[in-house]
C-alpha cells in the first residue's frame, strides 16, 4: 500500500531527524521541515490509524537520555506541545476549546523560548534536583550543571516543596560571544542558541556549562502543590518564590486578543536578547485544564504557534520532502 510505504519513509527521516536534533545537538535541517513532514505523517496516521505505533515520532516525545547521565524518572511526565501555524488553525484551536467547555474561556500567551525543557524540584525551598525532559518519562540528572545558572535560585524565598517547569535558553549575547570564541580557536561552530544551550547543559564537567553564561525562564508547575486555582495565579506564586518567571505573558479574552499579542511579537521578536520560536498558549483555569485533558503526547488546553521559518542554517541538507 502506497501510504503504508510513505509512512514508513516518513517515520524512518524523523527519527534520524530527531536523533541528530536532540542526541547530537546537531540538526542537519531547519524545524520548519521536520515540523511539515510530521505534519503529513500526522495526517496519515489520522487516515488510517490501524497503522499508528506506539513507537511512531507522532506518539513519541524528546529522546531517550543520554547514558553519561544518571537517569531520571519525572514525578509526572513533562509533555510536548501540539502545533499551529496560522490563523486558521488559531481560530480552530480556540473553537475546539470552547466547544468541549461548552463555554467561552481565558487564555495566556507566553513566548516560546528557544531552549531546552527542565524541571527542577525543591524540597522546603532547597534545589535537590534539576533534570532534562528526555523522552518525557525518564530524563537526565542535570543538577551540577543547572547550579551553574546564576538566574536559577538554589533556594526559594519561603520553604515551599514544589515541582516547577522551564526553558534553560543561551542568550543571543552569549552565543554570538562562544561562537567568535570557537571560530578563533578554529572550532566547530553552534547551529544556533538552542543547540549551543543544549550542548552546555549535558557537559560532564560543570566548569564549561559555567562559561556558557546561561538564563533560565520558569513557565509552569509539574506535580502541583501551589494554592493557585490558574496558570497565572502560579505565575505570580513562583515569581514571589524568587524564580524567573517572563514579564512578557498576557492575558487573552479573546481570540483577537491572541492574535493581536502573535502579531506584536512576530514583527519584535528580534529586539529581545534571546530566541524565541513561536508563541504558546494556555487556557488559563486550571480546572478547565483538567476538563480538557491530554493526548498521548501533549496537552488540549495548550499549543505552540511556531513562527513561520526564517534562519538559514549553516549546515542545512538540500530539503527533499520526498524522503
Ligand atoms: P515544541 O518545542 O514544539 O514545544 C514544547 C516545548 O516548548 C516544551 O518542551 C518547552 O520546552 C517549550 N517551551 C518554550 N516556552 C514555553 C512556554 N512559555 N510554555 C511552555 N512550554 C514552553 O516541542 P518539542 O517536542 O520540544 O520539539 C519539537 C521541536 O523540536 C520542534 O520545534 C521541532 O521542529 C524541533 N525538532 C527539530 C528537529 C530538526 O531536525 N531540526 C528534529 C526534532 C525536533
Redesign the pocket.
Known amino acids: 500500500m502506497e501510504d503504508q510505504a510513505r509512512i514508513e519513509a516518513l517515520r524512518q527521516k524523523l527519527n534520524q ?2 536523533y ?3 542526541v547530537k545537538d546537531q ?5 520548519s521541515t ?2 511539515q513532514l510530521l505534519r503529513e505523517l500526522t495526517e496519515l496516521e489520522t487516515a488510517h490509524p490501524e497503522l499508528i505505533t506506539a513507537d511512531s515520532p507522532t506518539q513519541r ?2 529522546a531517550a537520555p543520554l547514558e553519561a547521565f544518571e537517569k531520571v524518572t519525572h514525578d509526572l511526565p513533562m509533555l ?2 501540539g ?1 499551529v501555524f496560522d490563523e486558521t488553525e488559531i481560530r480552530e484551536w480556540v473553537e475546539r476549546i470552547e466547544r468541549s467547555l461548552g463555554r467561552a474561556t481565558t487564555y495566556v500567551a ?4 528557544d531552549g531546552l ?1 527542565i524541571s527542577l524540584k525543591y524540597e522546603d525551598g532547597l534545589l535537590v534536583r534539576g533534570a532534562t ?1 528526555g523522552d518525557g518519562t525518564v530524563g537526565e540528572n542535570i543538577t551540577q550543571n543547572l547550579r551553574t545558572i546564576k538566574a536559577l535560585p538554589l533556594r526559594l524565598r519561603e520553604q515551599e516543596t514544589v515541582e516547577v517547569r522551564g ?1 534553560a535558553y543561551m542568550p543571543k549575547q552569549s552565543f554570538e560571544r562562544l561562537n567568535e570564541e570557537r571560530t578563533a580557536r578554529e572550532e566547530a561552530l553552534f547551529a544556533n542558541p538552542r543547540n549551543a544551550a543544549a550542548g552546555s547543559l549535558r557537559q560532564l564537567d560543570s566548569s564549561i556549562t559555567a562559561s556558557r553564561n546561561l538564563s533560565l525562564f520558569v ?2 508547575v509539574g506535580v502541583n502543590t501551589l494554592t493557585a486555582r490558574s496558570h497565572s495565579e502560579a505565575m505570580e506564586q513562583l515569581a514571589q518564590l524568587g524564580l524567573p518567571t517572563n514579564k512578557e505573558m498576557k492575558t487573552c479574552q479573546t481570540v483577537e486578543d491572541i492574535l493581536a499579542f502573535i502579531t506584536y511579537w512576530t514583527a519584535e521578536r528580534a529586539t529581545l536578547p534571546y530566541e524565541i ?1 513561536g508563541i ?1 498558549l494556555k487556557v488559563d483555569r486550571y480546572d478547565d485544564q483538567e476538563e480538557l485533558g491530554f493526548t498521548a503526547k501533549s496537552p488540549r488546553f495548550a499549543t ?1 504557534y511556531k513562527f513561520a521559518a526564517e534562519e538559514v542554517m549553516t549546515t542545512v541538507e538540500e530539503v527533499d520532502f520526498s524522503v
Open positions: 531527524y530527531s541528530e536534533y536532540y540538526p542537519t535541517v531547519p524545524d521536520y515540523d516525545v524528546g510536548s506541545l502545533n507566553e513566548l516560546k523560548f525543557a525532559r526553558e513557565y509552569g520560536d504558546v505552540a
